[in-house]
């Protein structure tokens, strides 16, 4: 894999990039859209490639290993010969759902025992076993296995979890490095930065991450409650210390104001359930702000979704008709709202890029951050 920085931003730490995999070129910054089981809710993957042109998309190593179940995928030849998709993925290792998992699950040195959300039966995930899953799953990024801490958080524990993730991550690598891939083409390992929001833990997380030399970076454990600004202090203290010259993936953010500042933080990598969570339930983004399209003010507006964004789903279908469709619980409703927050996100990154190459990225940051949360 190769991280080729093109362009940078003089008033802020943006920057473009291209992220070069067997799979295929991803163009940075990038939102990725999650695909937890092996499918992004409500979307076709044709509908990913020519609607959306996602370049690469996430699966989950939980979801995946607990169902359909490795056996399955291995005979598939892993998730892009399941589901389809012959551009990147990239799987998450677990590590949220530990964090989630709160009331099933046991946290130790050798790994978390959890039980599955699916019919209660006992599971164990260790860092080798965790790495081992992947390399089945088949993703072309992997990312080491972690433990996400609350917010808010004691520094104790904080410390003590970062201390594990640490370790954990020793063992991840030498499991990846030990192990090859089984379908043919090259995989990689992100570590993933913890720390909670105290700035030293942050920092020596951040040192130690980028003491290991791998192909990319990522940082988690943000976006769990914890204040904007705070997150923002976080992000701009790890990437002053993580590798310029590989990709930052900051994890779970997030919204259009959290992604555009972040960019201008010199992230590059973004994933979040809200595009598709927030779609089901009736919220769009669109270029002018947040539409609730179930509100009585639509019921008439026989207007595109949003016109200016383009594609077919925002141009083709008017508020009124996509309102008639949530208010008669239709399930085409949910795949057009879903249709149009995921063209939203990534024609955010895309416009990201076209003004960082510009350099005009900060006024355009400043104008689009505002706008873009309105509720209409």
């Known amino acids: 894999m190769t991280f080729t ?3 940078t931003d003089p ?6 990039g291209t992220l070069t995999t067997d799979h295929g070129a991803i163009q940075t910054p990038i939102f990725m859209p999650v695909g937890t089981a092996g499918t992004v809710k409500a979307v076709h993957q044709r509908e990913l490639e020519t609607d959306i ?13 607990l169902r359909p179940g490795l056996d399955v995928l ?20 677990g590590g949220y759902q530990v964090y989630s998992l709160s009331n099933t699950r046991k946290i130790k040195e050798e790994g978390v025992t959890f039980k599955s959300h699916i019919d209660g039966s006992k599971h164990t995930f260790t860092p080798e ?6 390399r089945t799953i088949g993703a072309d990024i992997m990312m080491a296995f972690d433990e996400c801490t609350p917010y808010p ?9 970062m201390d594990m993730t640490h370790r954990w991550l020793d063992r991840c690598i030498r499991r990846f490095d030990e192990t090859e891939g089984h379908y043919g083409y090259q995989q990689y390992l992100f570590p993933i930065v913890q720390g909670s929001t105290y700035p030293d833990l942050r920092r020596q997380s951040a040192e130690t991450i980028a003491s290991k030399e791998r192909t990319g970076n990522a940082i988690g454990g943000l976006a769990v409650g914890e204040p904007a600004e705070d997150m923002y202090k976080t992000i701009d203290l790890v990437n002053e210390i993580l590798p310029r010259d590989k990709p930052r993936y900051l ?5 259009p104001a959290n992604i555009l500042e972040a960019i201008a933080l010199g992230v590059d990598m973004f994933d979040c359930v809200m595009p598709t969570r927030n779609a089901r339930h009736g919220l769009l983004f669109t270029t002018a702000g947040i539409i609730n399209i179930k509100n009585e003010k639509w019921s008439r507006d026989f207007s595109p979704i949003d016109a200016t964004l383009g594609g077919y789903a925002s141009t083709f279908y008017s508020k009124a008709y996509l309102r008639h469709l949530f208010k008669a619980d239709e399930l085409l409703g949910g795949q057009i709202a879903s249709l149009q927050n995921l063209t939203f996100y990534l024609w955010l990154v895309r416009q990201a890029r076209a003004h960082i190459a510009a350099g005009d990225f900060v006024a355009w940051k400043n104008e689009m951050t505002t706008r873009l949360m309105v509720r209409m």
């Open 53 to 65: 042109n996602a370049h690469i998309i996430l699966g989950n190593t939980y979801h995946l290993y």
């Open 74 to 93: 291995r005979q598939a030849g892993g998730l892009h010969g399941f589901n389809g998709w012959q551009r990147p993925i990239l799987t998450d290792s």
């Open 153 to 161: 958080c004691d520094y104790a524990y904080a410390k003590a979890s």
């Open 5 to 7: 920085i093109e362009q």
């Open 129 to 134: 076993g965790v790495m081992d899953i992947q």
């Open 251 to 255: 994890m779970g953010v997030g919204t």
């Open 11 to 16: 008033q802020s730490q943006a920057r473009t």
